[in-house]
């Protein structure tokens, strides 16, 4: 299947594998599907718990990229999804939308490109907190 790898810049044929290939000291992962680009060894997961178990979750992103994903998803979710001592300022949806506007493309965390992208996510959800004091 061809997917944006980040890693190489452009559409690479991604090859098809699991968890244990990915994650070999993680059981758990073993069975689960995952899209790997050869060329660069980076890789993406897959929509597993839904009918296409093999559709992409994005862009085939490099570890840099992966962990500015992983600190986006901290800061912004708690808006949405509350924490242990508070509860969400507003729904998945009207949180992702809000983050568009503010953006003016619609988002998606597993389409980053780039880490000036990431950067930009990032300083502008935690704009979003400051402006709804979370």
Same mark, same amino acid.
């Given at each position: 299947m061809k997917i944006y790898c980040c890693g190489c810049g452009s559409d690479t044929e991604a090859r098809l594998t699991n968890g244990g290939e990915i994650y070999p000291h993680r059981?758990?992962?073993s069975h689960l599907p995952f899209w790997k680009c050869d060329f660069c060894d980076?890789?993406?997961g897959c929509h597993h718990k839904t009918k296409d178990r093999i559709k992409p979750l994005g862009n085939i992103p490099t570890k840099e990229l &992966?962990?500015?994903r992983k600190k986006i998803h901290e800061l912004f979710d708690p808006i949405w999804k509350g924490s242990k001592n508070r509860g969400g300022c507003m729904n998945r949806k009207m949180a992702y939308?809000?983050?568009s506007l503010s953006l003016g493309y619609e988002y998606h965390t597993a389409e980053i490109k780039t880490i000036e992208e990431a950067r930009?996510?990032?300083l502008t959800v &935690?704009?979003?907190r400051e402006s709804l004091n979370y």
């Open positions: 059981n758990d992962l980076n890789y993406v &992966r962990y500015a939308k809000s983050l930009k996510v990032y &935690r704009d979003i």
